[in-house]
């Protein structure tokens, strides 16, 4: 799934195409996206005759406002899910498979989302209250905002007893960051993934949130990882997975110190930690 980098990359894309002009179309294929209660109701229809404006990013959600033909702010989030791609083109060209979600504008440009898995998801209405209700609503911080710090991710997760990768995934705890590059920050605090979250000291803390921002910051440079599906708003795959150290390389060598990774699953996912770079602590605290 996209995680923050992956889908501040699209947004900067969508920014780019400077689309200004109103929107005259909106079309949506027959087919169910991303199922849950958030996504019920999704009330495209009220994006005709919206003019765009800015696009911001909300953990892992795409958030594009819109001013209504009657002085209204409006909004739409997206989520692309698992396969989810967001593109600019002419409404000339054909719809390629797998196309969900088409915003026709006035000049004759489209943004179009190709969902292969289906797992994305669309809703639209007054943007007031989509940034008050769920999903959007229960994110945590964001870790790339100013404050952000050992100090924040403690308060949130210092007293979890969940294994510490797995509680960094939690998006009511740190909006954005996923498997990827909870893994990767690990790596670089020193961290092992296994550990339960409140053993960690408030030094261990601040370095964490160092290095969480450390790696985000290096996808976004990098245009995101492209494992699979990623594709940005050009079409083009990212280059961080060039630059993971650990995920993905069980069984290769530490790029630090020449151990060999270990892999492990948690939560029904997989990760991988150097044992000599981030050993399994001996003592209740980990500093």
């Known amino acids: 799934m996209p995680e923050l980098p992956e889908v501040e990359s699209v947004r900067r894309g969508l920014q780019a195409a400077d689309l200004r002009a109103p929107v005259i179309e909106v079309w949506r294929s027959a087919y169910k996206l991303r199922v ?67 915003l026709r504008m006035a000049d004759e440009r489209e943004v179009r989302l190709v969902d292969p898995r289906r797992f994305g998801g669309l809703r639209a209405g007054p943007l007031h209250e989509l940034l008050a209700s769920e999903p959007l609503g229960t994110l945590g911080p964001e870790p790339l905002d100013r404050g952000f710090g050992g100090a924040v991710l403690a308060e949130r997760l210092g007293s979890s007893r969940r294994p510490i990768r797995d509680a960094l995934l939690d998006q009511e705890a740190v909006a954005g960051l996923g498997n990827i590059y909870a893994v990767e920050a690990l790596f ?51 280059r961080n997975q060039d630059d993971l ?5 069980a069984d290769e060598p530490c790029p630090r110190c020449g151990a060999k990774l270990v892999g492990f699953v948690s939560g029904g996912r997989s990760g991988a930690y150097c044992p000599r770079c981030q050993p399994r602590p001996r003592t209740r605290l980990v500093r």
């Not at 953990?59 to 909004?75: D, R």
């Not at 296994?194 to 160092?210: D, F, K, P, Y």
């Not at 150290?245 to 390389?249: F, Q, S």
């Open 36 to 102: 849950g209660k958030s996504w019920a109701e999704e009330n495209l229809a009220c994006l005709k005759d919206n003019v765009p404006k800015d696009i911001r990013r909300r953990g892992k959600y795409i958030v594009w406002e819109f001013a209504g033909p009657g002085g209204e702010t409006n909004g739409l989030v997206i989520h692309l899910g698992m396969s989810g791609r967001c593109g600019v083109t002419t409404a000339a060209q054909p719809k390629v498979t797998h196309t969900h979600f088409a």
């Open 188 to 238: 670089a605090a020193g961290i092992f993934p296994m550990v339960e979250a409140q053993r960690l000291h408030a030094s261990a803390w601040e370095r964490l949130a160092g290095t969480i921002v450390t790696v985000l910051q290096r996808g976004i440079d990098n245009g995101g990882t492209t494992l699979k599906d990623f594709r940005n708003v050009e079409g083009e795959v990212g």
């Open 245 to 249: 150290r650990v995920y993905g390389r």
